[in-house]
């Protein structure tokens, strides 16, 4: 996807600067500093409880900090969203029952301080054909994408999207996200949190990874999939397999063996197949490769867990 540059004395799209918010004594958000710009699209990933939808709700003004500073555009988050700079598209809540799509669309874009026509919000989120169907009658696909076209109702410059994708198929999916890099091609910031950790490797410019409410990791994808320092060697073998043995390996971070095959991951591949064939096995359809985006998030998320235990 096509990023904007943003110059270097741009004031940042938003501002999080040393961000702490607790419940009690669970402390969601840790101290939390980061800085987004115009044409970004930055995934936010981290395990339940990481703190993301705390953070949304930092950023969308629906909670305040204990300390430290939240700004959007240079301002509060209210004052950037009553300007109409911000559309945000929640898990849930924002659609009234007893109301069709249309109508709820029309209200929409009629609040908006720079709206588009309703008609054409509906066309871009794929729910015209629904326009006159009540919105408790919708499929959950159904009810993410009026949602989407909520939080799409007028020109904003930052579009904060979290698990935008539950419930749609894959047709959907493929849809919204085509739309989402036409947002961000024409200079908006999308930020979005995700499940989906296929989405944020093939979407994002960008990966914030959030853990026990501190930033854990910060760049592309591809230097997330580096930072976690190991790769995957796979194979098959014949006859009976030494799971013992295996284990033994050097460097290894994780072994798993289903019927004749087996996945490993270590921090030196090229020590660890040189021992394994030191155990006098042969491996046959032998593979080795980095990690996926989703490997490298679960590596990266086990060693802080290890750290802190």
Not at 189 to 208: K, P, Q, S
Request: aromatic share 4%; proline share 3%.
């Amino acid at each position: 996807m096509t990023t904007t540059a943003a110059p270097a004395t741009a004031t940042p799209v938003v501002g999080f600067d040393q961000v702490t918010k607790t419940y009690g004594s669970v402390r969601a958000v840790d101290g939390l500093s980061l800085a987004l710009h115009p044409g970004e699209t930055v995934a936010l990933l981290g395990p339940n409880g990481a703190g993301k939808s705390t953070t949304l709700d930092l950023l969308l003004g629906l909670k305040n900090a204990d300390s430290g500073t939240v700004n959007v555009f240079g301002t509060s988050p209210r004052e950037a969203i009553v300007a109409g700079r911000v559309g945000a598209m929640l898990q849930s809540g924002g659609l009234m029952d007893e109301v069709t799509v249309g109508e709820m669309v029309k209200l929409a874009c009629s609040l908006h301080p720079k709206a588009y026509k309703a008609a054409d919000v509906m066309a871009r989120a794929g729910i015209t054909q629904i326009a006159d169907r009540k919105v408790n009658k919708l499929s959950g696909g159904q009810s993410q994408r009026v949602r989407f076209a909520l939080a799409t109702a007028g020109d904003s410059d930052l579009i904060i999207l979290d698990e935008p994708t539950t419930g749609m198929d894959v047709s959907a999916r493929q849809a919204f996200w085509a739309t989402m890099r036409e947002q961000a091609d024409q200079g908006r910031t999308v930020l979005f949190a995700t499940h989906y950790l296929e989405e944020a490797d093939a979407i994002a410019d960008r990966v914030l990874v959030l853990h026990r409410g501190r930033l854990l990791a910060d760049g592309t994808a591809a230097e997330i999939k580096a930072k976690a320092g190991a790769r995957r060697i796979a194979f098959d073998l014949e006859g009976a397999i030494d799971e013992a043995a295996l284990r033994a390996l050097p460097f290894l971070t994780s072994v798993d063996v289903s019927g004749q095959t087996v996945r490993i991951q270590s921090s030196d591949a090229d020590a660890t197949v040189h021992a394994l064939y030191g155990l006098g096995v042969y491996p046959r359809n032998l593979e080795v490769a980095g990690l996926g985006l989703e490997q490298a998030f679960v590596a990266i998320t086990q060693a802080e867990e290890a750290k802190q235990s």
